[in-house]
């Protein structure tokens, strides 16, 4: 079997990470018995600044022939901030129709948290954020520019269409899991917004009476996230929401360089793109620095919506057991470059010594998407 992919090895450290994942790749290639053919995208900010392109119609037309995106990071004190990040990530994300961003908060074991007394048995849920709108259509306009009285307006634009596309996915993946569904909002406050989300839930909870419901304001999440994860299962909530409380869930799994995503397009018009929620981080480029776990593990989600399970499962399993082994989860005190971590998680894999994870991700999302292809 042969999968398309694109890879888009973006700014700052993102070619580093996105060259270990591609080692890894290849050990779970020659190890599982299936092959990738890759194309190299180069967009990102030297593109942008060598010739003033974000993400063309052209680009979007051949991404879309592939059969999944793989993503570093976007991101370049070159460039003012939001050119890249709006005219690259969350075009593709729109282009894509990419509806769903899934997050999954999970502590591995052996893998160092800062939170004390945190252990693996308590900290599995999964975040599926809105990926489409709220405060990220970036509508909105400024008035009096330049004056004391200059006024910003910031639009929030909520739609039932992508709510119900979201809050559906999120009820499909809990009856696949443990069968808890939180909301998380800010229902007191954005009480516009709030009352869609809420009827929302209603309507399609309806669906799903074996669903238990939930929901916590987005401020008290980030209480509960840090002290009580075991609370949660599957959590849905807003793109802005999401985006913020992804970070805090990277903490407890032991920082940002250990957190995957994938951006899922769940109407099958197009790829599913898999990227590590870390950003390009600018000031460790260059260095070897960076944790490619992220990069590694989003790979391994793209492995699983690919359908090598198997792969998927040992990328995620040969991963975790080096980073349980590590001093560090970043920086100069991993005692390993990006590059040779790269390397020992393919050794890993390619030697099967890694204690296979248990009740991964893979096999729920499977079983959603699956769910979703046969009505
Ligand atoms: C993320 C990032 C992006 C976002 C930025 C870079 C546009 O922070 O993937 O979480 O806000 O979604
Ligand atoms: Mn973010």
């Known amino acids: 079997m042969s999968h398309s992919l694109a890879v888009l090895p973006g700014d700052g450290v993102g070619p580093e990470v996105v060259a270990a994942a591609l080692t890894v790749l290849d050990a779970a290639e ?15 900010a030297d593109h942008y600044l060598a010739t003033g392109e974000l993400l063309t119609e052209e680009a979007v037309g051949s991404l879309r022939g592939h059969d999944a995106i793989l993503f570093g990071a ?4 070159k460039v003012t901030p939001g050119i890249l990040e709006r005219g690259i990530i969350l075009a593709l994300r729109a282009a894509m129709t990419q509806a769903i961003n899934l997050r999954p908060v999970r502590l591995y074991p052996g893998v160092p948290t800062p939170i004390a007394g945190l252990t693996p048995e308590r900290c599995d849920l999964v975040i599926v954020r809105e990926n489409t709108e709220g405060a990220y259509v970036a509508r909105g306009s400024t008035v009096h520019a ?14 039932w269409y992508a709510i119900e596309r979201a809050v559906d996915f999120a009820f499909r993946l809990a009856s696949a899991r443990r069968k808890k569904l939180t909301l998380c909002h800010k229902t007191n406050v954005l009480v516009e917004a709030g ?33 009580s994860p075991d609370r949660f299962d599957v959590v849905v909530t807003d793109n802005l929401f999401g985006d913020i409380v992804t970070d805090l869930g990277a903490v407890l799994q032991g920082g940002l360089g250990v957190a995957a995503s994938g951006n ?12 590590p929620i870390h950003g390009s981080a600018p000031d460790i480029a260059g260095r070897g620095w960076a ?16 359908g090598e399970g198997e792969a998927a499962a040992a990328v995620e399993s040969a991963t975790t057991s080096v980073l349980a082994d590590l001093p560090a989860l970043a920086g100069e005190g991993m005692g390993a ?5 790269g390397e020992r ?20 999302l499977a079983a959603v998407m699956n769910g979703l292809r046969h009505g």
């Not at 470059?337 to 971590?341: F, K, P, R, Y």
């Open 30 to 44: 020659e190890k599982f018995g299936f092959s990738t053919e890759r194309v190299e995208v180069p967009l990102g």
């Open 291 to 306: 944790n490619p776990a992220g990069a590694c593990l989003s790979m391994a989600m793209m492995l699983g919506h690919l």
């Open 345 to 364: 998680i393919a050794e890993r894999l390619r030697d099967g010594s890694a204690p296979q994870v248990t009740g991964s991700l893979m096999n729920d």
């Open 146 to 159: 330049g004056t004391p009285a200059q006024v910003a307006v910031q639009e929030s634009v909520n739609t």
């Open 195 to 227: 009352k869609l989300w809420l009827a929302v839930m209603d309507e399609v909870g309806a669906r799903y009476p074996d669903v238990e419901q939930d929901y916590v304001h987005v401020d008290a999440m980030c209480m509960h996230l840090p002290v």
């Open 337 to 341: 470059s990006t590059a040779e971590l």
């Open 74 to 77: 976007i991101g370049s004190p």
């Open 264 to 275: 899922l397009n769940i109407d099958g018009t197009s790829p599913s793109m898999f990227e």
